[in-house]
């Protein structure tokens, strides 16, 4: 199923009734896996699903699991992971299950040193750092743990990006993907959404197909040859695209036929920026989510990983 993004895939199994949950140092595999809940079965994520996560770090971290870990200082210590992959498991929240939150295991994993192992500690069970005061971190918001759900493992559970836009989306005329079927056949309308896939096969004769999802599910975006020409730089470049055009569908197929493209990465920047003063919401020192839109082609924004492109 390696032509469907992800988030495709668990939306589908979402909406059929599966339990999907998050990846856990203390419960997932590199697979994805299976494990009881209630009276069924749940689908646990693996830590292949999280970008830039070594098989070798989660067959070691497995390895250790011999008892639950308790924390990002635990586990560090029986599995010695390098710094750089205890701080990937607390970006993706991986923490929940030993009391600590996304910003909590990254304030420790920044913790951790990157030197050599002291003699003293290498084979003991003693923290490498002393006693440090309590010390309370402000509560990362919603919206925040969303846009870096999907830099690490390219979904959330907790909720969809555009859930947090679709108050001022519908003030402008924008229809939810759920709305399609219920409109006239070529109506006309504005929908916006993730790009997931984006599809110029040789055999359309230059037709662009696009997926888009918002959080009630995909669309499908037909691209017609002069509308590419004239909207490439839009279509090549965006995360978050908008659509404005009519709607066409027969028995099983919903379509969007583009008129007009936006490209909308400007409202994936504001979604990333914490509602608290800067100095304080960046203390963890990990997640720098306001991209440089100077600095970097539109298509690296990190507010939303890369589209899976087909040509």
Request: positive net charge.
């Amino acid at each position: 199923m390696g032509f469907y993004a992800p988030a495709q895939i668990v939306h589908m199994a979402q909406k059929s009734g599966v339990t999907v949950l998050p990846v856990d140092v203390n419960y997932s595999d590199w697979d994805n896996t299976l494990e009881p809940s209630g009276e069924g079965h749940a689908l646990r994520l693996g830590f292949r699903q999280l970008s830039g996560c070594r098989e070798e770090d989660a067959q070691r971290l497995r390895s250790a699991r011999v008892r639950p870990f308790e924390g990002v200082e635990d586990l560090h210590r029986r599995t010695r992971i390098h710094r750089r992959g205890i701080e990937l498991l607390a970006s993706a929240d991986a923490f929940r299950s030993c009391g600590q939150d996304r910003r909590s295991a990254l304030w420790d994993a920044k913790a951790i040193r990157t030197g050599p192992d002291l003699p003293l500690f290498a084979h003991g069970d003693a923290p490498e750092t002393g006693v440090e005061p309590e010390t309370t971190l402000p509560a990362m918001p919603l919206r925040e743990h969303v846009v870096v759900d999907y830099q690490t493992a390219r979904l959330s559970l907790k909720e969809h990006p555009m859930a947090f836009m679709r108050r001022a989306l519908i003030k402008s005329g924008y229809v939810r993907s759920d709305a399609l079927r219920r409109l006239r056949f070529n109506q006309k309308i504005s929908v916006a959404g993730l790009v997931l896939i984006r599809q110029r096969p040789g055999s359309a004769k230059g037709v662009c197909f696009v997926t888009l999802e918002d959080e009630a599910g995909p669309m499908n975006v037909v691209i017609w040859p002069d509308m590419f020409t004239k909207y490439r730089k839009q279509i090549m470049g965006s995360r978050l695209m908008a659509i404005h055009g009519y709607v066409q569908f027969d028995d099983a197929v919903i379509h969007v036929v583009a008129q007009h493209i936006e490209d909308r990465n400007d409202a994936l920047a504001r979604l990333s920026e914490d509602e608290l003063a800067p100095a304080l919401a960046r203390a963890d020192e990990v997640v720098k989510p306001v991209p440089d839109h100077t600095a970097r082609h539109p298509r690296n924004i990190r507010v939303i990983p890369k589209s899976r492109d087909f040509h």
